[in-house]
């Protein structure tokens, strides 16, 4: 069965803590992304990555950090210096850059009290 | 500023009937444009994408049309389905040199079909 994978679906957190998303893919896709979904708002690109080893920040990176050590995972990390973290992280992927379609996955929701 | 813009914000029809979206869009360079659908709580699903060159492109009851020269686009739903309730979001892609393409996403449109 392939396609992308994120856990948990849900995710509460006290406020000062880092918390770590986990996106896992089997389409054997190279690139792979974060997105922001605020209510009222369109998506908003955290973080990308085009190749393993390799990422870039979006538009929205600060208070976040990610890391590319396979080809199959990307995990977002919320620090305690994202000042909002409350939202729904989508992370997708795509067989490259460019023009490709990008498969998202089932989304997380974080709430942060 | 790169934008893509959509309306109506949300919009409520009876099963069985047709409703049009629209988005507008300021992106440039163009590359292509793309509608997803987003049930409540769960990831986009594509639904169509359209280059510059193309002006519809039908997915079963969806259909997509693309004006490039007003920078319109718009997604047609035929004979509306209960599970057709969801947000639809257009997605407009700029493309750069070196085969950077960067998306622009709109706040969609929240459809409700009701019985």
């Known amino acids: 069965d392939g396609g992308i994978t994120q856990s948990p679906k849900y995710l509460f957190r006290k406020e000062g803590q880092n918390v770590t998303l986990s996106c896992e893919q089997n389409?054997?896709?190279?690139?792979m992304y974060w997105y922001r979904q605020d209510p009222g708002q369109g998506l908003r690109l955290i973080y990308y990555?085009?190749?393993?080893?390799?990422?870039q920040k979006g538009d929205i990176a600060e208070g976040y950090s990610v890391s590319r050590e396979k080809k199959e995972s990307f995990p977002l990390t919320v620090t305690s210096a994202q000042k909002n973290p409350t939202a729904f992280y989508l992370c997708?992927?795509?067989?490259?850059?460019?023009?490709?379609?990008?498969?998202f996955g089932p989304g997380t929701r974080l709430t942060v009290t | 500023k790169n934008q893509v813009e959509q309306s109506p914000q949300s919009l409520i029809i009876l099963e069985g009937k047709n409703c049009t979206l629209q988005?507008?869009?300021?992106?440039?360079?163009?590359?292509?444009l793309r509608w997803y659908k987003q049930d409540t709580g769960r990831g986009p699903v594509s639904l169509t994408i359209?280059?510059?060159?193309?002006n519809t492109k039908s997915n079963g009851r969806y259909t997509a049309t693309l004006d490039a020269d007003t920078k319109q686009s718009s997604l047609h739903i035929t004979a509306s389905q209960l599970s057709d309730s969801a947000s639809y979001i257009c997605v407009v892609s700029a493309g750069f040199s070196g085969g950077y393409n960067k998306l622009i996403f709109g706040a969609g449109t929240r459809l409700a079909v009701h019985p």
């Open positions: 988005c507008n869009y300021t992106v440039s360079p163009f590359s292509n």
């Open positions: 389409l054997n896709h190279d690139a």
């Open positions: 359209m280059t510059f060159s193309e």
């Open positions: 997708a992927s795509s067989m490259g850059q460019g023009t490709y379609e990008q498969y």
């Open positions: 990555s085009q190749i393993v080893n390799d990422f």
